[in-house]
């Protein structure tokens, strides 16, 4: 189960304040980001490791003391101690008291210890897994690659997209501040954004403004018929539909029933009515020679341009998955050209930063198939582009 569904589910079933609420976010994505540093931290405090529940208490006690400024220290091991006795025996309370207290005195020597992996084991520092840290110092070089681990060690700002739709401007009531997009502003206060009137009236979608780019490079026009042929959640398919006016029809393909189900009710809250959602049994789906003015293909991908956001999927992610996902991608390229009419615009995306899923795929396709023109293709680098990693192909068929 992912990070996100976890947390949800946990607070959904919590009577935490607001305060707290927060704070247990904090905890939660912090300890996830700074895995590596906090196994490093710990393993300087004792001479083996305890049972996984103990030393899940240990790193929620040295986050706060290493990486929170605004608890203080004598709080953070209080507060602690506390919690592990609901979870853990006498001597293992006195084990993690001693453990945090001692941190809390080696403080100093202990940053002191850990900045030296910088130089060492820089993958430990940054807290991101070795081959990928590897992998991309090959590609961008040191500085960049630690520009970008800072990066996806840092709690994502919230960006809602205006849906035209239903109101032009911002929606009322929302403190947010504008940014190079249009349609995109940057939330300054997301708490209760959910529960907001603008929210329940559709009047916007929380998104990137990095997902913005493949529909604008789509580019689709009202009265057109467009196959989003990955579709779910639904981000990029109401976006689709609130530039099209919502006139035209629109074809939104997923491989799973109940993220189908996301689509149909963002569509519903948004006021989109074009859309047709599709379980696909294959890339293709269940079309039959059906052909589209516009097609867009936002694969299925590594995400490692969304680590910020997907806090748990460094530790997931294998390096061997990035190249049975390209397989996937040239797949679902491939029926999506044949989708795609004489004279229509095929776009291919991904929220991935990895050359074999972006560069590669674009080139194998545009080898196999002669009758599409690669018109252009963009990228955003995060810590360059202040928004997600984002890759978009435009082609034209002839």
């Given at each position: 189960?992912?990070?996100?569904t976890?947390l949800?589910?946990?607070?959904a079933s919590?009577?935490?304040?607001k305060a707290d609420?927060?704070?247990?976010t904090?905890l939660?994505?912090?300890c996830?980001r700074?895995r590596?540093?906090?196994?490093?931290?710990?393993?300087q405090?004792?001479r083996?490791?305890?049972?996984?529940?103990?030393?899940?208490?240990?790193d929620?006690g040295?986050?706060?003391?290493f990486?929170?400024?605004k608890?203080?220290a004598?709080a953070?091991?209080?507060?602690?101690?506390?919690?592990t006795?609901?979870?853990?025996?006498?001597?293992?309370?006195?084990?993690?008291?001693?453990?945090?207290?001692?941190?809390?005195?080696?403080?100093?020597?202990?940053?002191?210890?850990l900045?030296?992996?910088?130089?060492?084991?820089?993958?430990?520092?940054?807290?991101?897994?070795?081959?990928?840290?590897?992998?991309?110092v090959?590609?961008?070089g040191?500085?960049?690659?630690?520009?970008?681990?800072?990066?996806?060690?840092?709690?994502?700002?919230?960006?809602?997209?205006?849906?035209?739709?239903?109101?032009v401007?911002k929606?009322s009531?929302?403190?947010?501040e504008?940014?190079?997009?249009?349609?995109s502003?940057?939330?300054?206060?997301?708490?209760?954004?959910?529960?907001?009137?603008?929210w329940?009236?559709?009047?916007?979608y929380i998104?990137?403004?990095?997902?913005l780019?493949?529909?604008d490079?789509?580019?689709?026009?009202?009265?057109?018929?467009?196959?989003?042929?990955?579709?779910?959640?639904?981000?990029?398919?109401?976006y689709?539909?609130?530039?099209?006016?919502?006139?035209?029809?629109?074809?939104?393909?997923?491989?799973?029933n109940?993220?189908?189900?996301?689509?149909?009710?963002?569509?519903?809250?948004?006021?989109v009515n074009i859309?047709?959602?599709?379980k696909?049994?294959?890339?293709?789906?269940?079309?039959?020679?059906?052909?589209f003015?516009?097609v867009l293909?936002?694969?299925p991908?590594?995400?490692?341009?969304v680590?910020?956001?997907r806090?748990?999927?460094?530790w997931?992610?294998?390096?061997?998955?990035i190249?049975r996902?390209a397989?996937?991608?040239?797949?679902?390229l491939?029926?999506a050209a044949?989708?795609?009419?004489?004279g229509?615009v095929?776009?291919?995306?991904?929220?991935?930063?990895?050359?074999e899923?972006?560069?590669?795929?674009?080139e194998?396709?545009?080898?196999?198939h002669?009758?599409?023109?690669?018109e252009?293709?963009?990228?955003t680098?995060?810590?360059?582009?202040?928004v997600?990693?984002?890759?978009?192909?435009?082609?034209q068929?002839?």
């Amino acid at each position: 189960m992912l990070a996100d569904t976890l947390l949800e589910r946990a607070l959904a079933s919590s009577q935490l304040s607001k305060a707290d609420r927060a704070l247990a976010t904090e905890l939660f994505y912090g300890c996830l980001r700074q895995r590596l540093a906090l196994e490093f931290l710990r393993g300087q405090l004792m001479r083996k490791p305890p049972r996984a529940t103990v030393a899940l208490l240990i790193d929620l006690g040295l986050y706060q003391l290493f990486f929170l400024k605004k608890i203080p220290a004598h709080a953070a091991v209080h507060e602690m101690v506390e919690l592990t006795k609901e979870r853990a025996s006498a001597d293992e309370v006195k084990f993690v008291n001693a453990v945090l207290r001692r941190a809390a005195r080696e403080r100093a020597s202990l940053l002191a210890a850990l900045r030296t992996k910088r130089q060492m084991e820089p993958w430990v520092y940054y807290s991101h897994p070795s081959w990928l840290w590897k992998r991309w110092v090959a590609r961008w070089g040191r500085e960049q690659t630690e520009a970008l681990c800072e990066w996806n060690n840092t709690p994502p700002p919230v960006y809602l997209r205006v849906n035209s739709l239903k109101i032009v401007d911002k929606p009322s009531g929302i403190k947010a501040e504008p940014t190079t997009h249009p349609l995109s502003w940057r939330v300054i206060e997301p708490a209760g954004l959910f529960t907001t009137r603008a929210w329940a009236n559709g009047e916007f979608y929380i998104q990137d403004p990095s997902t913005l780019i493949a529909v604008d490079a789509l580019d689709p026009q009202p009265g057109e018929s467009v196959l989003d042929m990955c579709a779910a959640p639904g981000g990029k398919t109401t976006y689709i539909a609130q530039k099209m006016q919502n006139r035209g029809r629109i074809i939104a393909i997923d491989s799973s029933n109940s993220r189908l189900g996301l689509v149909a009710e963002n569509c519903s809250r948004l006021g989109v009515n074009i859309v047709a959602p599709l379980k696909a049994g294959r890339p293709d789906g269940n079309l039959h020679n059906a052909q589209f003015d516009r097609v867009l293909v936002d694969a299925p991908c590594s995400n490692t341009g969304v680590l910020r956001r997907r806090v748990d999927l460094r530790w997931r992610i294998e390096q061997k998955e990035i190249m049975r996902l390209a397989a996937l991608q040239e797949k679902l390229l491939a029926a999506a050209a044949r989708l795609t009419r004489p004279g229509g615009v095929l776009v291919y995306s991904t929220c991935s930063l990895e050359r074999e899923e972006n560069e590669r795929v674009v080139e194998r396709f545009s080898k196999q198939h002669s009758e599409f023109t690669l018109e252009t293709t963009y990228s955003t680098f995060p810590p360059r582009d202040g928004v997600d990693g984002a890759f978009v192909a435009r082609f034209q068929h002839r």
